[in-house]
């Protein structure tokens, strides 16, 4: 939920932010299921914008190995 929370704080102090996507891994969640969700975010931001930056906590964790995987499988021109 940590990244909600960092939404939500975001939010109280620049105002809402509808272009900002959360994938939020819990303990019963496996990687494909984090694979997914994060497929599916990036997939709904690109409809609308023109570039998807994508923001993981812990560099070997589940959610960077998540958007690793979902880089191999797009064109992106950036990598950060």
């Not at 709904?44 to 998540?66: M, Q, R, W, Y």
């Amino acid at each position: 939920e940590y990244c909600h929370g960092a939404k939500n704080s975001l939010e109280m102090i620049i105002g809402d932010c509808p272009d900002l996507l959360c994938v939020s891994v819990t303990p019963s969640m496996n990687n494909e299921d984090v694979q997914v969700q994060m497929r599916e975010a990036y997939e709904l931001l690109k409809k609308e914008c023109s570039e998807v930056l994508i923001f993981t906590d812990l560099l070997c964790g589940s959610p960077n190995h998540a958007a690793v995987r979902l880089k191999g499988g797009y064109n992106c021109s950036h990598w950060l």
